[in-house]
């Protein structure tokens, strides 16, 4: 996590310094670009979040810019050529932020709807049975709900609203088990 914060000021800080270079340095734009980009790696520095749309922004804003020096320069002079090299550090800066656990998207699947069903549903029939056998009703429903907090935690690693909410459930299901 650290060395990704790091990698992400390092290519903020090239960008900047790529576009403070002699060429580049006469579009305005570019100079509101580079002092964005500035913002947004002293923001990450301080330890503030930024968001994948942030660096999105910055590198839709570069492209416009780069659109712009095509129509001046043509498509293959060295300020076209820095400014696409500039653009694909940012979108690679954005996706290095894409992979954090923070702004991965929550997703859910029938895969997820029949997983959890297959992981939640039989112990709740081993329980039972295991109850009407006449083991301890503690220890069988602390037993359960180590594995439902287990199914709780990998559920919200891997953004699973339906597993969370399938072993939050589940323990509903055991406090009243417990009280019966």
């Known amino acids: 996590m650290r060395n990704s914060k790091v990698q992400l000021v390092s290519i903020l800080r090239q960008v900047s310094l790529s576009l403070n270079t002699e060429p580049l340095r006469q579009f305005i734009s570019l100079r509101e670009i580079a002092e964005e980009t500035d913002h947004v790696a002293a923001r990450l520095s301080g330890g503030k979040r930024v968001t994948p749309a942030q660096i999105y922004e910055l590198c839709a804003l570069l492209w416009m810019a780069r659109m712009k020096a095509v129509e001046v320069y ?8 820095s400014l696409e090299r500039q653009t694909d550090l940012l979108e690679a800066a954005g996706n290095v932020l894409k992979q954090r656990w923070f702004y991965r998207p929550w997703g859910s699947s029938k ?4 997983l959890t069903g297959i992981l939640v549903i039989p112990v709740f029939l081993v329980l039972s049975g295991l109850l009407s056998a006449g083991y301890s009703g503690l220890l ?3 037993v359960s709900g180590c594995y439902f907090s287990g199914i709780a935690a990998f559920s919200l690693r891997a953004k699973d609203p339906v597993g969370l909410c399938w072993s939050v459930f589940s323990f509903i299901l055991l406090y009243l088990l417990l009280k019966k």
């Open 74 to 81: 043509g498509r293959h002079s060295d300020v076209v050529m």
């Open 111 to 114: 895969a997820s709807v029949m």
């Open 140 to 142: 069988c429903i602390t």
